[in-house]
T-cell receptor, first 114, second 113 residues
């Protein structure tokens, strides 16, 4: 069983469209994250939820809206997609949010905006 | 703010060569330090970690020592294999509650036989 699974793996879409990426973890973790990896492999935190509550919300356009229906799921909805949104988006989870916690990552969603 | 600086890649080595990937950090307090590895087409996996000064993390032949005096956490391996080809990320976790991992920009390692 995959610990952190995200779908779809690839997403190709036109500018201006709205799309969602789904993430599920079966590890029983309390905390989930979305990271964005750009074309130079740089990883940046976008959001973090702990027990369905938003605890980290970095400087991200409000076109990006995370939703956590329960602590095992954290979905990312993106409105009005722009060329600059093209990247790989990684979902991750950890037992709790804390300085020593190990993160478990999904395999990524490669988003291409044309 | 807190940050991590890694050496620029790509690093290209022959099999059995010695590997060093430099990582330095800036942080207040005593962060925890990590190395994550990303194999082609996959998500990141934790490679090793150290949570206090002078701790040495090790896994799969890789080692890194938390050096507070030089604010460094360099990754080393004595003899690399082709299967070690991947992107390596140094990361830190601040001591404040509610903060996420901060990653360096990643270093691509390519090992040829």
């Amino acid at each position: 069983d995959t610990a952190v699974s995200q779908t779809p793996k690839y997403l190709v879409t036109q500018m201006g469209n709205d799309k969602s990426i789904k993430c599920e973890q079966n590890l029983g973790h309390d905390t989930m994250y979305w990271y964005k990896q750009d074309s130079k492999k740089f990883l940046k935190i976008m959001f973090s939820y702990n027990n369905k509550e938003l605890i980290i919300n970095e400087t991200v356009p409000n076109r990006f809206s995370p939703k956590s229906p329960d602590k095992a799921h954290l979905n990312l909805h993106i409105n009005s997609l722009e060329l600059g949104d093209s990247a790989v988006y990684f979902c991750a989870s950890s037992q709790v949010i804390g300085p020593r916690e190990k993160l478990f990552f999904g395999s990524g969603t490669q988003l291409s905006v044309l | 703010g807190d940050s991590v600086t890694q050496m620029e890649g790509p690093v290209t080595l022959s099999e059995e060569a010695f590997l060093t990937i430099n990582c330095t950090y800036t942080a207040t307090g005593y962060p925890s330090l990590f190395w994550y590895v990303q194999y082609p087409g996959e998500g990141l996996q934790l490679l090793l970690k150290a949570t206090k000064a002078d701790d040495k993390g090790s896994n799969k032949g890789f080692e890194a020592t938390y050096r507070k005096e030089t604010t460094s956490f360099h990754l080393e391996k004595g003899s690399v294999q082709v299967s070690d080809s991947a992107v390596y990320f140094c990361a830190l976790s601040a001591t404040q509650a509610g903060t996420a991992l901060i990653f360096g920009k990643g270093t691509t390692l390519s090992v040829s036989s």
